[in-house]
């Protein structure tokens, strides 16, 4: 994607990816897309089988990056991972439903950078060391 299209708001390698996502990849073009998913079970089951490939992939890189054996990754590996995935999973689905719904993708993609920066502060915060942040 050209810089040019990109958004002040979305400065950043990390959030920008996110932001291109939502802003100008024409969400708004794949509400059938969704829709069809969303109606079809086995293209469901399909949707939740690829979540956990990429769980168990995530766990073999957290595994390998810690020293440990992607192929048998530890109990902190598949928790940090399964906690980072249900993370983008609840981020993505809300977005697409609420496309689905009609919000603008202006507005959708102004709240979303937020929302992510939020959800993987938090993230953050309890895959450290010290734990999670006690109120």
């Not at 897309?33 to 089951?45: E, K």
């Not at 992939?57 to 595994?63: D, I, V």
């Not at 939020?118 to 109120?135: I, K, M, N, W, Y």
């Amino acid at each position: 994607m050209p810089t040019s299209r990109r958004s002040p708001r979305c400065a950043g390698w990390r959030w920008s990816y996110w932001c291109s996502g939502i802003r100008w990849a024409g969400w708004g073009r794949f509400g059938h897309f969704f829709r069809t998913v969303l109606a079809a079970p086995s293209l469901r089951a399909r949707a939740r089988e690829a979540a956990e490939e990429i769980e168990t992939a995530l766990a073999g890189a957290l595994a390998e990056a810690a020293g440990g054996d992607p192929a048998r990754p530890d109990r902190d590996a598949r928790l940090a991972a399964a906690m980072i995935v249900a993370a983008w999973r609840t981020l993505y689905t809300e977005v697409i439903t609420r496309q689905l719904e009609g919000d603008p993708v202006e507005e959708l993609a102004v709240e979303h950078e937020a929302v992510i920066r939020h959800t993987f502060d938090v993230l953050a915060r309890a895959l450290s060391d010290g734990g999670p942040e006690r109120s």
